[in-house]
Nanobody, 117 residues
């Protein structure tokens, strides 16, 4: 079965950095479009970043452009989200999403990121 396991979340001070990882299994990873979403308390889940199957194209929410970088390692079936210059408003549960070549979506369980002094 498809599994997406996020890791790397935690507590960080404003201005700090974190790198999230999402290890995928159970589908053809190098054919899937991978995304990171986040959901803050009381808010809807929002798209943060997306990367195409070969990694040739990325897209970001305006709120994270220039601070976050999405990347993937198809040999390791893993997608990453490097987050720099973190702000308190980046506090949320971050979710990994896979969109397979069959156009089926799968979600990870989420990892908490808290930005606070």
């Amino acid at each position: 079965q498809v599994q997406l396991v996020e890791s790397g979340g935690g507590l960080v001070q404003p201005g700090g950095s974190l790198r999230l990882s999402c290890a995928a299994s159970g589908f053809t990873f190098n054919s899937g479009t991978m995304s990171w979403y986040r959901q803050a308390p009381g808010k809807e889940r929002e798209l943060v970043a997306v990367i195409t199957s070969a990694g040739g194209s990325t897209n970001y929410a305006d709120s994270v452009k220039g601070r976050f970088t999405i990347s993937r390692d198809n040999a390791k079936n893993t997608v990453y989200l490097a987050m720099n210059s973190l702000k308190p408003e980046d506090t949320a549960v971050y979710y990994c999403k896979a969109l397979t070549y069959l156009r089926i979506s799968y979600w990870g369980q989420g990892t908490q990121v808290t930005v606070s002094s």
